[in-house]
């Protein structure tokens, strides 16, 4: 049998870009917070100004800047009270010399007026006079029109997964609904006559169905759909037509355990005959996940992946994001710099994915390595994050800086 002919990560992520070059996916519209997670499938500009008027940022008096030039503690600019502009209203008013007009915070300035003076710098003297105690500059706590997002001004490009802060600037600019990717479909299941649904009774020798959960969290979390799922005993019809099934109802068919060389793992077997010629990964180097089968059925990515769920979980974030990634779906990995608390050795001709947790000192970041045996969750649960030894290292020395990919 052909079963584990190792290659390298690096062989395995080409093979998968290779074998799966485009972004099948259609276009949909929907509205801003139904956008969340999603990859936008359009390039956005920004629809109008931000703000739309000159807007004041503080409290206090819309002024001409060189009417306060010169004004001190003991020596005030003194103007003349002019009125006041209302939250949320035009300012009808046209400032003149020597004049001051009170604007709240976000408030429009009236025309004329160049800078405001913040309440706590001022005295409103008597109804006539107001006393600036210290000078501001032209432009001084002032957003001039456009000068937050200008109309027609590139924002967001083709690919972006949308988070909050992309929501809230779309928001900004009044545009409410956007063009995204569909959610790619996936199949997810756990194999293993030990494996139960989490809500079930558990006998002696049973463990829960940890795979489909950590799975579809991370599916959810990039905008993805769960569109069938089922636990199968090491059963092979029972498995061959769980994965028919699967592969029919989604982009994407995941099946975890039964991956070894066991008695029982069919899924290799399972996997070639869905996918033919097209398993093209049978075994990867790295640490955990070696047992990773790889295929392509119906053009769609097949993954037998390793049943150990921090394993599962950690081949199943590196492939995946390798094929968004090349289907111009742009997921954005969070990296934190750290100091390593141990040395760390590797594991030769391996890629290590080493689970640490990150504490932070007076300069930065500690990244302390969690250690147990394979297979233990507490591993996944108490990480803040993964940092990656690649194959050539000959592992890495205490203090060195590494970069931890958040989880
Ligand atoms: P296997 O690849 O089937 O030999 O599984 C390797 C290890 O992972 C075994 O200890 C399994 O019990 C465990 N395992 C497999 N699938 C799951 C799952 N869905 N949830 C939790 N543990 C699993
Ligand atoms: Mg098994």
Known sequence: M??????????????????????????EEVSLLQAQNRFLAEDLSAAENVPDFNRSTVDGYAVKAADTFGAGESLP???????????????????????AVAVPTGGMLPEGADSVVMVE?????????????????????VIARGDDLRQDEAILSRG????????????????????????VKFAIISTGDEIIEIDQPQNIGQIRDINSYGLASIIAQ????????????DDYEALKQ????????????LTS???SVGERDYTYRLMQELC?????????????????????????????????????????RVLMSTILKQWGLNLQETLVPARLSINLPSAPGKTTFQMVSLQQEQNGFVAVPIFGKSGMIHLLGHSDGYIVLEAHQEGLEQNQQVLVHLL
Not at 90 to 98: I, N, S, V, Y
Not at 222 to 233: D, F
Request: glycine share 12%; charged share 20%; hydrophobic share 40%.
């Open 2 to 27: 052909d079963f584990f002919q190792v290659i390298s990560l690096e062989e395995a992520l080409q093979r998968l870009r290779n074998h799966f070059p485009d972004n099948r996916l259609e276009i």
């Open 77 to 99: 600019s003194l103007l003349m009270a002019a009125g006041s502009v209302r939250m949320g209203q035009k300012a009808e008013m046209t400032l003149q010399k020597g004049q």
């Open 121 to 141: 710098y001022s005295e409103q003297f008597d109804a006539d006079t107001i006393a600036v105690y210290k000078p501001v500059s032209p432009g001084e706590n």
């Open 160 to 183: 972006t997964w949308l988070t909050a802060k992309h929501i809230a600037m779309l928001a900004a600019c009044g545009i409410g609904r956007v063009k995204v990717y569909r959610p």
């Open 222 to 233: 990039w905008g993805g759909e769960v569109t069938y799922r089922a636990i199968v005993k």
């Open 242 to 253: 769980a994965m028919t099934e699967g592969l029919a109802q989604a982009d994407v068919l």
């Open 257 to 259: 355990g039964g991956s």
């Open 276 to 316: 033919g010629e097209d398993v093209f990964v049978k075994g990867i180097a790295i640490k955990p996940g070696k047992p990773t089968i790889v295929g392509r059925a119906d053009g769609k990515p097949v993954m037998g992946l390793p049943g150990h769920p921090s394993a599962a979980m950690t081949v199943f």
